[in-house]
């Protein structure tokens, strides 16, 4: 015959329910751990810049300075600036139109042969009546952008007009490849 002492079933009790404190703690932790990356990698990224940017007929026209970055997805000097610039995008909103123009993308070739883009991130600073007063090629640090970004909005001469940093290469084609067909992706058939 065997009795089950009071002893050892509070001990039983207290360690279902010590097990079951660890795995709600556990679960609670993996939640907010899955929701915090999830929120991290959305913030900055290029594709949100992307779809974020100001059409560049509207930043041509609308009377307010802006900031044209040549990028490419595949760039890692442009996605590890992506969280910086999508702040500094976030504090100059309302003052300052951001543009971002795909190297990848044949129909930019006029303004990257324009501005002569050979390396990316390529930065052109265009006052508000849309002309360049400065470029920047490359990894730049968020105080460099910060201050060029203040003198843009305030029309004095930028303090960084021509910054190099690291960059990701990129050569622009001479001439825009032919896309008559769409599935063709840019490239050309040999006879």
Not at 50 to 75: G, R
Request: glycine content about 4%; some cysteine.
């Amino acid at each position: 015959m065997t009795t089950n002492s009071p002893i050892k079933q509070e001990t039983s009790v207290a360690t279902k329910l010590r097990n079951f404190l660890i795995v709600i703690v556990a679960i609670a932790l993996s939640v907010a751990l899955f929701l915090g990356l999830r929120t991290e990698t959305n913030s900055g990224s290029l594709a949100n810049l992307a779809a974020a940017s100001t059409p560049l007929e509207v930043a041509m026209s609308n009377s307010k300075p802006s900031v044209i970055e040549f990028y490419a997805d595949w760039c890692t000097v442009c996605q590890k600036m992506a969280p910086y610039i999508t702040k500094l995008e976030q504090q100059y909103a309302d003052k300052v139109n951001f543009v971002m123009l795909n190297v990848d993308n044949s129909k930019w070739l006029p303004e990257m042969l324009k501005y002569r883009v050979d390396g990316i991130p390529h930065f052109v600073f265009l006052n508000k009546t849309g002309e360049n007063v400065a470029q920047a090629i490359g990894d730049q640090p968020q105080t460099v952008m910060d201050s060029n970004l203040e003198a843009l909005v305030t029309g004095s001469s930028l303090p960084y007009a021509q910054a190099s940093g690291k960059v990701s290469q990129f050569s622009a084609p001479a001439t825009p490849t032919s896309q008559d067909d769409p599935r063709s992706h840019g490239s050309q058939v040999v006879n």
